[in-house]
């Protein structure tokens, strides 16, 4: 995919629909009326997959019932079904989502590339990475190979950003380098699994694939706290990361300080991949597609920031439910689900970005 084609597709001057919002204290506010109601209806898709994932299991539980025991008149079996059992996963599900989702939309509208995503360019894979060293080097708890992940993926980002740098980054170098990263980390995972004995092997194994089985609130706090520091951080950074797409130096003439923003937009998408990693291990395709089916869906252009958030969230509970539901009495780790699917939404992107010229 060549830049200068992707950087037309960034800067594309299609006219989208805006309206304002005047208040009384004189501020005025933008917002685009199919973007909005994009915003709504992946809101309500996600709090009705939510639902329907809580109600689901061995011991079912009606959406009116779960919605009962959420503002605490449900008994106390379903209480504790609720809300010792299911709330969490399901909360850890939502905020996965959005973290990848959120990272995925930053790298893909730093790189201006819809292939530079979090698990396409290295940063997954150095948090597997992180995350096996400790299992299999040191035996380390669950807790210790979240902390491993977390570090993989920061030491990883780091070590892209400065191999990438020559007087500025660039999308299409970024992406050639987190792609010969991701496949030299490819290789040291698979050494790592090589030297490890059966039992930390299994463990390793069954942490690559992706799993929400048997996540608590201990998985929960961690990835909240994160997220909600992060996700309003790079919200707010939404315009600058608009400009960006138009290459440093219109982004520079509109007032961004560019190297400064880059930098802070890439660490914070970095940290949201690697903590949520570190929570589920490493779910893939998540952020290659949330960003890309959330722009489609809004019809706008820019990061997209908050539907690709809720999107990833939407994707992971449809996806969770699919695992756990569809096969029977046989239930899969979630990130064998996201897999298939982002698979052929991979295959079907690059089909439509040949056709379309661009590579």
């Known amino acids: 995919m060549t830049s200068k084609a992707v950087t037309s597709e960034a800067v594309n001057t299609r006219t989208v629909a805006t309206r304002s919002i005047r208040t009384g204290g004189g501020l005025s506010v933008r917002y685009e009326p199919r973007a909005a109601l994009s915003v709504l209806a ?19 539980i009606a959406p009116g019932d779960v919605v009962a025991t959420l503002l605490g008149d449900g008994t106390a079996v379903q209480e504790f079904a609720v809300m010792d059992l299911r709330l969490p996963r399901v909360l850890v599900a939502v905020f996965v989502g959005a973290a990848l989702g959120v990272g995925g939309a930053v790298f ?14 290295g940063f997954g894979q150095g948090a597997t990475v992180g995350a096996l060293g400790v299992i ?25 950003y400065l191999l990438a740098w020559k007087r500025g980054v660039h999308g299409y170098r970024l992406v050639l380098v987190g792609i010969g990263a991701a496949a030299m980390l490819t290789a040291v995972i698979h050494y790592l699994i090589t030297k490890a004995n059966l039992v930390d092997a299994t463990r390793a194994t069954v942490w690559m694939t992706g799993s929400l089985d048997g996540r608590d609130w201990e998985q929960f706090w961690p990835l909240f706290g994160v997220c909600c520091v992060l996700i309003p951080l790079v919200l707010g950074h939404g315009r600058a990361l608009r400009m960006l797409e138009m290459g440093d130096d219109a982004a520079f003439a509109l007032g961004v300080r560019v190297e400064r923003t880059r930098i802070v937009l890439m660490g914070s998408a970095v940290l949201l991949v690697a903590v949520a990693t570190a929570a589920a291990g490493p779910i893939v395709f998540v952020s290659l597609s949330a960003p890309q089916l959330a722009r489609r869906l809004t019809r706008s252009p820019g990061p997209n920031l908050a539907p690709s958030a809720l999107m990833g969230s939407a994707l992971l509970l449809v996806a969770d439910w699919t695992a756990t539901n569809a096969f029977g009495d046989r239930q899969l780790p979630v990130g064998v689900v996201t897999g298939v699917l982002g698979g052929c939404y991979l295959l079907w992107l690059l089909v439509t970005e040949r056709k379309a010229g661009r590579i």
Not at 43 to 58: E, F, K, N, P
Not at 113 to 118: C, F, I
Not at 137 to 146: E, M, N, V, W
């Open 42 to 60: 992946l809101l309500v898709l996600t709090l009705a997959a939510g639902i329907v994932l809580i109600g689901s299991g061995d011991f079912p």
């Open 108 to 121: 893909q509208s730093i790189a201006r590339n819809p292939l530079g995503s979090p698990d396409v360019i």
């Open 136 to 160: 299999v080097l040191f035996q380390g708890s669950a807790t210790a190979a979240a902390g491993g992940a977390v570090v993989g993926a920061l030491i990883t980002g780091a070590a892209i």
